[in-house]
């Protein structure tokens, strides 16, 4: 086996020097933010995405958060979410001060389940408790049935967030995740780790243009240039009025030119990501561990390439082994329900069992477009030498 060239993130990055270039070109011009490229990017994921209107952000949780505020939540409302998620999916609510419940999770999909979605809501009817707002989350790129969720969300009218931040390219019943066929508002995330990447960065999707102008106003203070909008009509160029209390949640247009070069490179990294998910499928044969299922409705994005292990009781042993060997394994997600915030609301251990068991056996593998198929292959000999280690057997 050749030397190494260095530690295997378990994500990262992929720039081009198209992707230099076109933040250089803006660095270049007059405008590095409130500029002409952020429109490019948002009209570039409308068209990718098939969603009529799109608002670029500065990271993941600020769309999550303005997201909550465009659809009322507050005081004595309530949102739903998966545990197995990172905790912003929750928080966003908090932030509003809203009330958050979870769903558990579907063992095999690692989405939330929608058997356990109808038997809460069923409950919940009963007493006068039902969600507001729904944050379906697609797990490591993974869409959820988001069919079912719009049936019920029809049902028990509660509005739908559909947390895509893993699931940039990830398609749904043979169309891409974003179309918002089955949802209010769809969030994207941009960080370094996830499909495409803007540094920082999120964006919003929706097909209600009301909605996309309120969002449009909260991203940047609540205010407005357009005299049209304004109260009293405007008193002269310089003139501006706060329709409404909103925060500085903008992108920059340095943000938005990787954005939109990364964009233009989606189904490169789409079909390299996908392409190491069937290695690993293949390298993996044999090992005690079970790799995420797919489903059949949906076509995953690969954010993530998370296992199982069959001896959990070894997860933190191979963890540091692996480390040490500079294989960048990790974990998603402690479940957000046993974080010490979420213990003071009254959660508790045992609340959400199937995705504190996933927990429990979660290992998260490399993969991103930088690992080579030597990489990969790198990484699975070396999870073969620590589970034997571990006398875990292989």
């Known amino acids: 086996m050749s030397m190494r060239r260095g530690y295997a993130s378990y994500g990262c990055q992929t720039l081009s020097e198209q992707d230099i270039a076109a933040v250089v070109r803006v660095l270049r011009s007059d405008w590095l933010t409130q500029g002409p490229t952020i429109a490019q990017f948002e009209q570039g994921m409308c068209a990718r995405v098939r969603a009529r209107h799109a608002i670029a952000v500065s990271n993941g949780t600020a769309a999550l958060h303005l997201a909550c505020i465009a659809l009322g939540l507050g005081p004595g409302r309530r949102l739903w979410t998966s545990p197995n998620t990172f905790v912003a999916s929750a928080n966003c609510a908090r932030y509003c001060g809203a009330e958050v419940d979870f769903v558990d999770i579907d063992p095999r999909t690692l989405n939330m389940s929608v058997p356990l979605l109808e038997a809460k809501l069923i409950e919940a009817e009963r007493a006068g408790r039902l969600p507001d707002v729904l944050v379906p989350v697609h797990f490591g790129g993974l869409p959820c049935d988001m069919a079912e969720i719009a049936r019920l969300a029809k049902r028990y009218r509660f509005a739908v967030i559909e947390d895509a931040s ?229």
């Open 166 to 394: 893993h699931a940039v390219g990830a398609e749904y019943r043979d169309e891409p995740v974003g179309s918002c066929r089955y949802a209010d508002i769809t969030v994207f995330s941009f960080h370094p780790v996830k499909i495409i990447t803007t540094g920082e960065g999120g964006m919003l999707l929706t097909n209600d243009q009301a909605l996309a102008a309120k969002l449009g106003l909260l991203r940047s203070h609540g205010i407005t240039r357009d005299a049209a909008e304004m109260r009293a009509g405007t008193e002269g160029g310089w003139y501006y009025e706060q329709a409404m209390l909103g925060l500085n949640y903008r992108m920059t247009d340095i943000q938005a030119a990787l954005g939109l070069s990364q964009l233009s490179r989606l189904d490169e990294f789409l079909a390299r990501r996908r392409t190491l998910a069937r290695r690993y499928q293949e390298l993996l044969a044999g090992l005690p561990v079970t790799p995420q299922a797919g489903a059949p409705y949906a076509l995953s994005a690969f954010h993530l390439y998370v296992v199982r292990l069959t001896h959990a009781a070894d997860r933190r042993r191979l963890f540091d082994r692996l480390r040490s060997m500079e294989i960048g394994v990790h974990v998603h997600y402690i479940p957000v329900h046993l974080q010490p915030y979420y213990a003071t609301l009254g959660f508790r251990r045992g609340d959400f069992p199937e995705a504190e068991r996933y927990y429990e056996e979660a290992l998260t593998l490399p993969l991103h477009c930088s690992l080579s198929d030597e990489d990969q292959e790198h990484a699975v000999a070396c999870l073969r030498r620590a589970l034997l280690e571990s006398g875990s057997g292989v």
